[in-house]
């Protein structure tokens, strides 16, 4: 499905990913946990191709065969929110507050297939319905009438009314509180059994990650650090970096704080440390 080797990527000189490897499987939850400025929202737009003028990518991407790095833009166009869709933390700014979510659900629909309106607006309701969006009439109001967990979980519906093939999450709970943050969790979760498409989540809430994917990427300073089944993250934490963060989950502490506690520079290679599971091993931890 989704394939990244040796992803490198330079953002004005600056490297901002070093090397990162990752597969999401047909089908499977992936997610990546990572402080704030680790490259995770970097990682997802570079998938995507956006801001390609402004960034080196060196390495592959493979999506379904495709090598995404050199796609040529216009078959890019098509794969982006047909077959690739991105979710973002802050549903406002990927809303245009003058039109209404009934409005939205046409543009999106359109965009990618010969629907009339009515048929879209089929559509629409049935995504919704599926959503437990339908007891209010949803589709007549403009973005700012609406919740900005409400607005995350129309956002969600949207994406998933394309049907694609896989769904980039990046911080979908992270402006919510924490009711609406478990509420759309719940809703991921149920979208994405009913469609099993491969979802890789984005988070800085190893809560939400534990809850949602079956293997953790985790990353510092644009490199992955450790990389395996969530059974063995969250239980068997190799790293000093995920041991800290699965630590500090049960007190409760952010990754920011966390990240003054932890101030060492990543180094070493990634190797094998058991069946799938990956960690970068500094020479001195051999
Ligand atoms: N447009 C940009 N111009 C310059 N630097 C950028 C740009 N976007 C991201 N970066 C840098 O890339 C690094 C990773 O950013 P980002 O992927 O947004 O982190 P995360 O999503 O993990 O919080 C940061 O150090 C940031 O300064
Ligand atoms: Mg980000």
């Known amino acids: 499905m989704l394939e990244v080797q040796n992803l490198s990527v330079h953002i004005q000189g ?3 990913l070093r090397q990162v490897s990752l597969t999401v499987p047909k089908g499977k939850v992936v997610g990546i ?7 995770k929202s970097v990682l997802c737009s570079t998938i995507l191709q956006l801001f390609r003028k402004d960034r080196k990518a060196a390495g592959t991407i493979k999506f379904n065969g495709d090598c995404l790095l050199s796609l040529e833009e216009k078959k890019m166009r098509s794969l982006r929110g047909k077959e690739i869709a991105l979710i973002m933390q802050n549903p406002m700014s990927m809303f245009n507050p003058l039109v209404t979510i009934g409005g939205h659900f046409i543009e999106t629909l359109q965009a990618h297939t010969s629907m009339t309106k009515k048929q879209a607006i089929k559509i629409a309701k049935e995504q919704l319905a599926l959503f437990q969006l339908n007891d209010v009439d949803v589709l007549k109001k ?13 956002m969600i519906a949207i994406s998933a009314s394309l049907e694609p093939k896989l769904l980039l999450a990046d911080e ?8 609406t943050q478990l509420e759309i969790v719940k809703e991921l979760k149920k979208l994405q059994a009913k469609t099993k498409m491969s979802i890789l989540i984005v988070s800085h809430d190893l809560g939400v990650i534990a809850n949602l994917a079956e293997e953790i990427i985790v990353m510092r300073r644009g490199v992955v650090v450790e990389y395996g089944p969530a059974s063995h993250i969250l239980l068997h934490p190799i790293h000093p970096y ?3 963060l699965v630590a500090a989950r049960d007190e409760h502490s952010t990754l920011d704080e966390l990240n003054d506690k932890y101030e060492d520079t990543v180094s070493g290679e990634l190797v094998l440390y058991d069946e799938n599971h990956w ?3 500094e020479d001195s931890s051999r």
Do not use: C, F
Request: proline share 5%; hydrophobic share 30%.
């Open 14 to 16: 600056k490297q901002v």
């Open 33 to 39: 946990i990572g402080e704030s400025g680790s490259g």
């Open 142 to 154: 403009y973005p700012h009438e609406l919740s900005g967990g409400m607005l995350q979980r129309i």
């Open 172 to 179: 979908p709970t992270t402006a919510l509180d924490t009711m």
């Open 242 to 244: 995920t041991k800290t």
């Open 279 to 281: 960690v970068r091993m």
